[in-house]
């Protein structure tokens, strides 16, 4: 049974807080295929409104700005989230940052709960970044100041 909201919860907006896989879902008009690829520097700024980081020569960067309709998924508190939003490129390219990176802003239209019936996550999937700690702590405080202090 899938239950639908417009408003991310309290304990949502803890989850997305840059530290969480999301899955990025987006439709390129041109081809009609479906594209998907997975972001952490994902941010909810609040209960209508999502930030996310991703590579500023990115195809997405373009079909989003053709269309900007997307679904992000991401699992938090025993199920697994659909948000479908409209995407604005807000920073097409991060010249003053290490990486250089689109800043998107999306507002949420609508929250599903897809989980299926009678299932539950048990575990949150974790990953680990490979590289240096030092360059992980840098791009992840890099990433967080400018998506949370767009204006």
């Known amino acids: 049974m899938t239950t639908l909201t417009t408003e991310l919860t309290a304990g949502m907006i803890s989850e997305l807080q840059g530290q969480s896989i999301v899955i990025l879902n987006v439709l390129n008009k041109e081809s009609g295929d479906i594209f998907s690829t997975a972001l952490s520097w994902v941010y909810a700024v609040g209960p209508r409104t999502i930030r996310f980081a991703i590579d500023a020569k990115s195809d997405f960067v373009r079909i989003l700005k053709e269309d900007p309709r997307l679904v992000l998924n991401f699992f938090s508190h025993e199920t697994v989230y659909s948000i479908k939003g409209i995407a604005v490129v807000k920073v097409s ?59």
């Open 93 to 151: 390219k991060t010249e003053e940052l290490t990486l250089k990176m689109a800043l998107l802003e999306v507002e949420i239209q609508e929250i599903r709960d897809i989980i299926f019936y009678g299932g539950k996550m048990v575990t949150l999937p974790t990953f680990v970044k490979t590289y240096k700690a030092e360059l992980i702590k840098k791009l992840d405080n890099e990433m967080k100041n400018a998506l949370i202090s767009l204006a």
